[in-house]
């Protein structure tokens, strides 16, 4: 193999690309499994033109979550990264397993240790944006100010730039801003949170460990990664039920579900439209 991209990662690593092949499921990089000479085998990603800082950042908030080394959960290692040219990110393999009857629970209990292995404010400390939309992350004191100041407002902005909500839906967006005290529960620490916790960015591995993957890691609400995890589906009421018994959430979460989903929704109305617009104009007006 030849190319800028297995030439770097060869380097990287100290070894020759031997083999590559197309790994499927991204919507913004390419991704590739590369086999060396020395016998390992990485995952790799790439991009012609990323976003500032975009894999370093990811690498960033990898290593965040790894360090918390929550039981139950793995993290992958980062083995390399550059932003290029040509930029790169990459990973050990994680090889693909089934599920084992614990799996949900252990990952229930994992995301609550990694939870409470905390964040010095809401947000990020080095400041650097997140998502394919570039959400601030700049670092509040409460969460309300961050939800308010770094989710809702700027995808406020976006929406009304893009026309991908009623202008209704807007100016109901930018008045829960203002109203996130009153309705967002009581306050909590900054939790260390995956940032995307979709079901694509859970690989089960051998022995039914649960991976997370491509993170937008942040310190935020506990409760939000909860949310998008139920947002899109594929999560066992096993995982939930056992977050609840180790970590309960506070009173009324149920009713704060579509509070947390509010940000995915719109940040997926912009991009996409269709469906998500009327799912997004839904859970803003349920907080009027």
Known sequence: MDDPLTRAVGADL??????????????VAAAFRLTLDDGRTVFAKTHPAPPPGCFT???????WLRDADAPGIAVPEVLAVDDGPPA???????????PAPSTEADLGRGLAALHRAGAPSFGREDRRTTGSRGLPNEPCATWP?????????PLARLARDAR????????????LAGRLDSVGGPPEPPARLHGDLWAGNRLVGAGGTSWLIDPAAHG???????????????????C??????????????EDRVALHQVAPLVVHAVKFGGGY?????DAIARYR
Do not use: K
């Open 14 to 27: 100290g070894a020759t690309v031997v083999d590559a092949s197309v790994v499927h499921g991204g919507d």
């Open 57 to 63: 950042t990811e690498a960033a908030g990898l290593g």
């Open 88 to 98: 790169r990110l990459v990973l050990a393999w994680i090889d693909a397993g089934a």
């Open 145 to 153: 100010d961050f939800y308010a100041t770094q989710r809702l407002l």
């Open 164 to 175: 991908a909500l009623p202008d209704a839906a807007v100016e109901d967006l930018v008045a």
């Open 220 to 238: 935020g609400h506990r409760e939000f990664d909860l949310a998008m995890m139920r947002l899109f589906g594929g999560f066992g009421p096993g």
């Open 240 to 253: 939930f039920a056992a977050y609840q018994e180790v970590a309960p959430l506070a009173d009324g979460w």
């Open 277 to 281: 617009v009327g799912a997004a104009t």
